[in-house]
């Protein structure tokens, strides 16, 4: 085929052409998009979905795109393959364990840039953030991530059978002794209620742990601290209540199903665990929230999802994303958040206005869950941590099992998980 | 080639390719062809399969910058492990008791199913069918089946008779047995058509010779059917080995490694290490353990199977 001058000079302008407006960027009049991955299933997908559209609105020059990527598991591949593939998403969800790891590899942005930029969160904003959650967003004095959604552990009780035989929810490990015993039924040699229901869960298991004044690691940091006596204690109070009283049973799923069918009284859960009970339950009866019980120290388990911005982002990607944050986690916005996943708001500001008032008003057993804040603990947020905490679920499944002693088991893993602490930079 | 002589000369431009060019871009056009072939095994078989062992050699998360040659550490770490072992031990169980209970029972209803029978093809349909349903699908089903209250189905069988409820996937001693029993419904269909394909490759004038000279069927079965069985039967066991060492997706779906690591597996452990924790290094000197070990079971059987092994001339 010829091509003379001309038509080369036609087919190199076309080209010229073609590439400018592929290369330049969106900035140049078009909005900016950025992309958030989360892993909202369920009733919390469409929460998540309002929040980001009532932002879209709000502010024409950007475009968030929610893209649920699966369950949290499914989340941490995909962000990690993301990341060694060098194309992140501008905000991604993640728990403080997971941030270690991005932290060590430089894949994101220390959040703290944007609170003391220019556009950034005053000292009093940045202190209205709840401190425990701060605390959990901290690495090394340095604050990397934003609380986004947090819950903590809560008990579920079955309200109107309480009230039907005249009970208290439990505040301590005695109470919740003497209550499962009150309410665990035999018929024709069968029981056909139990008070409790102990999931061989390292939650479960850590619940006991710092109610009983013990701690997750020794001070230092280099060695763990869950199977000292506080530890074997609590774990072996769960295998009491199952081998030696009776009063609960073992139970490897989600307790919301048995809950409702009225096979169990009481179980341990998160917040958002509310909606699915609810579900479950359909009207059948009330359900209570009271805090964990305590035999030494009054506290709970933090859990939930911190946000993060990716390193790879463009300036003004971050920029925008920083927006998004802040407006996510800003004072009404946490509160409809909190009101419609059942999540803890992040902010003080957000439990004592007015509208989380009038709602506490009518729905009183939220009250449980918010007062706990003020003991909530955080598990260490070091990327051992997950593994430690399947070192620790296998333990407790031995002790639950009756293959080893509680002391054997916690003691074995604490070996486990001491060396892999070792290995730690 | 007189055309080549003519077209050659002063000031002429041949056209005519010589035989060499000829040759050249026959080989090329083949070439091409295979091209597509190549790339796809190259890229996501040949490529991954030499990179994993390189990674293997080294300490790497994936996503660090840092990534130290650490040599055979890997290797020597898997050993050593408590949880790879277990891994191991797992899924030598898990092969010896699958392989050595689905190929007498495949056997076993291929040669009911070889008869012609009326309603044959259906029956050979059903057995079929678990091997054609997705192993996702059939896992969830199984699961549900293998419900601990007395609301799953086997427990609710199990009450009829008057047996306690079982709690299956969730007891360390019944877990393993009841992958077992899964994967052999799975398979059972894939291993009953192979073997009827041997079956019907069997001559009919060896039996009748047989029955000539007064045969019963065990007899049929022990002197014909089995010697003559022998090549398709070597190659069920060596494939049906080699898979029963892969195993990973019973385990994953339905008890996920537990109870305390009972069904994992090593496919589950490198799938762990690699994906959950990270660790592609060790992840990949697994995969490799793995691999040593499956070569070294194959040549096993070699050496101990395939002298008796009659082909048929």
């Known amino acids: 085929m010829q091509v003379g001058r001309r038509g080369f000079l036609r087919i190199a302008a076309a080209v010229l052409l073609l590439t400018a407006s592929l290369i330049l960027p969106a900035g140049a009049g078009g909005p900016v998009t950025i992309t958030f991955w989360h892993g909202m299933s369920g009733v919390l997908n469409p929460a998540i979905d309002e929040l980001t559209n009532d932002f879209n609105k709000l502010n024409p020059g950007i475009v968030v795109n929610a893209q649920y990527q699966g369950t949290y598991g499914t989340l941490n591949q995909k962000l990690v393959a ?41 000292a009093e904003e940045l202190s209205d953030i709840f401190p425990i959650l701060r605390q959990e967003s901290t690495f090394n004095g340095v604050m990397w991530t934003m609380p986004f959604n947090k819950s903590l552990y809560i008990l579920f009780y079955n309200e109107d059978l309480f009230k ?42 850590l619940l006991m742990l710092i109610t009983n004044g013990g701690d997750f690691l020794k001070p230092g940091g280099k060695e763990v601290a869950f199977n000292s006596p506080a530890g074997v204690e609590g774990l072996q109070f769960l295998i009491d209540l199952v081998q030696k009283q009776k009063v609960a049973y073992v139970l490897n799923a989600f307790a919301d199903a048995d809950f409702a069918a009225g096979k169990v009284a009481m179980y341990f859960v998160t917040n958002p665990g509310l909606a699915f009970a609810r579900a479950a339950v359909a009207g059948r009866f009330e359900i209570g929230i009271a805090p964990i019980p305590y035999k030494k120290s009054r506290a709970t388990l933090l859990s939930g999802t911190d946000v993060a911005i990716m390193a790879k982002a463009a300036p003004e990607q971050q920029a925008a994303a920083w927006k998004y944050i802040k407006f996510v986690t800003g004072t009404t916005a946490t509160t409809r958040w909190f009101m419609k996943t059942f999540y803890m708001p992040v902010r003080r500001s957000a439990r004592d206005s007015t509208l989380a008032r009038v709602y506490l008003q009518q729905n009183p057993e939220h009250r449980a869950g918010l007062d706990s804040l003020a003991v909530a603990r955080t598990a260490p947020n070091i990327a051992e941590w997950q593994e430690i905490r399947d070192i620790i679920q296998e333990a407790v499944e031995e002790a639950v099992l009756g293959k080893k002693t509680a002391k054997q088991a916690l003691d074995d893993a604490a070996v486990k998980a001491n060396k892999l602490l070792s290995q730690r930079k | 080639m007189p055309a080549l002589e003519a077209a050659s000369g002063p000031g002429v431009i041949p056209r005519v390719p010589s035989r060499r060019v000829r040759r050249l871009l026959e080989n090329l056009e083949a070439y091409a062809f295979l091209l597509p072939a190549i790339v796809v095994l190259g890229v996501f078989h040949l490529f991954p399969i030499v990179f994993a062992f390189f990674i293997s050699l080294l300490k790497w998360n994936m996503i660090d910058p840092v990534r130290p040659y650490v040599g055979l550490a890997n290797y020597v770490q898997a050993l050593q492990d408590d949880k790879f072992r277990t891994a191991l031990g797992n899924t030598t169980y898990y092969a010896f008791v699958s392989v050595g209970l689905a190929i007498p029972l495949a056997l076993f209803f291929a040669v009911l199913l070889n008869r012609k029978l009326r309603g044959m093809s259906w029956y050979r349909t059903a057995f079929f069918i678990p091997h054609v349903t997705s192993l996702a699908a059939a896992a969830m089903v199984w699961h549900w089946l293998y419900n601990p209250d007395q609301f799953g189905l086997l427990n609710y069988l199990l009450d009829k008779v008057g047996i306690p409820p079982q709690r299956w996937l969730l007891d360390p001693l019944q877990a393993m047995p009841a992958i077992i029993a899964v994967s052999i419904w799975s398979s059972l269909g894939r291993d009953i058509v192979i073997f009827l394909a041997g079956l019907q490759s069997i001559s009919q004038d060896y039996y009748e010779a047989a029955q000539i000279d007064g045969a019963n069927n065990w007899q049929l079965f022990r002197h014909v059917t089995w010697p003559l069985l022998s090549p398709t039967t070597y190659f069920i066991l060596i494939i049906s080995m080699i898979g029963a060492f892969k195993i990973f997706a019973l385990p994953l779906f339905l008890t996920g490694g537990g109870p305390i690591s009972k069904t994992l597996t090593i496919v589950y452990s490198i799938y762990q290490q690699g994906f959950q924790y990270f660790r592609m290094g060790y992840a990949s000197a697994q995969a490799y353990t793995l691999f040593a070990i499956i070569f070294l079971i194959t040549m096993l059987q070699r050496r101990v199977l395939a002298h008796r092994v009659h082909y048929d001339i």
């Not at chain 1, 593939?85 to 220390?110: C, E, H, M, R, Y």
């Not at chain 1, 439990?170 to 069968?190: H, I, M």
């Open chain 1, 164 to 205: 039907q035989n005249n009970l208290k929810p439990p505040a301590t490990w005695d109470d919740l002794l003497n209550v499962s015993k009150a309410l665990t039924k035999e018929e024709g040699g069968r029981t056909t209620r139990y008070g409790f229901v102990v999931r061989p869960t390292t939650d479960y298991f």
């Open chain 1, 82 to 122: 993301a990341v060694a593939a060098g194309s992140p998403p501008t905000i991604t969800q993640l728990f403080p364990n997971w941030a270690d790891q991005l932290i060590q590899a430089k894949a994101i942005v220390p959040m703290e840039n944007f609170i003391k930029g220019p556009d950034g969160l005053s």
